[in-house]
């Protein structure tokens, strides 16, 4: 009798069990939060750290599903944003932040995954030019984008003027057939796509001249860091620990995501930018080594701005605060 009354009792436990098992998974399902995600440009090694995360698994570890979409030329990440056909984002330069929320669009920066932007000019050796300075007066190919992001701070800080922006056609043959051609590039790529063409170059990085902005920002919606903050901080540091695997282990699973995304990069590309951003340190320096990978601070935004509002490219007053918020970086050390 004591034996069946046994059994009874765990008959009905394990039911119990079963129920609260069945009524769980789909919150847990319903609870997975999927984020669209857009890049700022084609499959390359400038977003490593997102890529080897997908590869690895590592949003997925934190709780959210993340689908990685590429940007390109024509790709307007603030209209699919706005329009709400991606989620999160990415913008180059502290100024594209501001530029967007002074267009009206509720958006704001929660990590940088470029302490150092990459943007440089690139010339022809041999034409005489040693420095920024040299180039006042002088044609640059730049984009539509460049031309309201780092050209307004050449322009302040170095007499540019807009009569010497010329069409960038997203692609290095009308530099590689002018020896005295100037134009934009990025330091992770550029040098090396005109080396193949046994073209000898000079890239002036911007950065060494005072271009102060951060590079690779995470743009999210408003919505999202008041209403979803979890999923905002689980995406931060699945990206973090996945730069810090594809700088510091086994890069191949983001250079296979990469390759697969676009059959035209190249392993000798894919290991030549990753060098660059090690050994430059745009992704990980002294500052992120102490805070964590993504790390932003109120120093940097407001002397930035400064420096932009002296030299006339924002007036007076124009607040950044709200362009960006240090609620999901500055945790400490990212693991490695």
């Avoid at 499959?43 to 949003?59: I, N, R």
């Avoid at 057939?177 to 002036?204: M, R």
């Avoid at 109120?298 to 918020?325: C, I, K, N, S």
Wanted: charged fraction near 20%.
């Amino acid at each position: 009798m004591l034996w069946h009354e046994t059994k009874r009792r765990i008959k009905l436990a394990l039911t119990g069990l079963a129920c609260l098992w069945s009524c769980w998974l789909p919150q847990a399902a319903q609870a997975r939060e999927k984020i669209v995600f857009l890049t700022g440009w084609t499959a390359q090694a400038d977003y490593g750290g997102f890529y080897q995360a997908v590869a690895e698994g590592l949003y997925d570890k934190h709780g959210i599903t993340v689908e990685l979409r590429e940007g390109g030329p024509g790709i307007n990440a603030s209209q699919l944003l706005a329009a709400k056909a991606v989620d999160f984002a990415l913008v180059q330069s502290n100024d594209a932040v501001v530029n967007l929320r002074r267009a009206g669009a509720p958006v704001t920066a929660v990590a940088a995954f470029a302490q150092k932007n990459q943007q440089t000019l690139i010339t022809h050796k041999g034409n005489g030019i040693a420095s920024l300075a040299d180039m006042k007066g002088k044609p640059i190919m730049i984009s539509t984008g460049s031309a309201t992001t780092f050209w307004p701070w050449l322009r302040a800080k170095y007499g540019f003027t807009d009569t010497q922006i010329r069409k960038f056609a997203f692609s290095l043959a009308p530099f590689l057939s002018d020896p005295n051609a100037i134009q934009q590039g990025f330091i992770t790529s550029t040098e090396y796509l005109a080396s193949q063409q046994k073209a000898e170059t000079t890239s002036f990085l911007l950065a060494d001249y005072g271009y102060a902005s951060y590079g690779v920002l995470l743009v999210v919606p408003e919505d999202w860091v008041k209403n979803k903050p979890a999923a905002v901080q689980a995406f931060v540091d699945a990206t973090a620990e996945g730069w810090s695997h594809f700088l510091y282990g086994n890069p191949e699973p983001a250079m296979a995501l990469i390759k697969q995304r676009d059959p035209q990069m190249s392993d000798g590309l894919l290991k030549f930018a990753r060098e660059r951003l090690v050994s430059l340190q745009v992704v990980d320096d002294a500052n992120t080594a102490r805070l964590g990978i993504g790390a932003m601070s109120d120093q940097r935004w407001r002397e930035h701005m400064d420096v932009l509002v002296q030299e006339g490219v924002f007036p007076a007053g124009t607040d950044t605060r709200g362009a960006y918020t240090l609620q999901f970086v500055n945790r400490g050390p990212t693991p490695k």
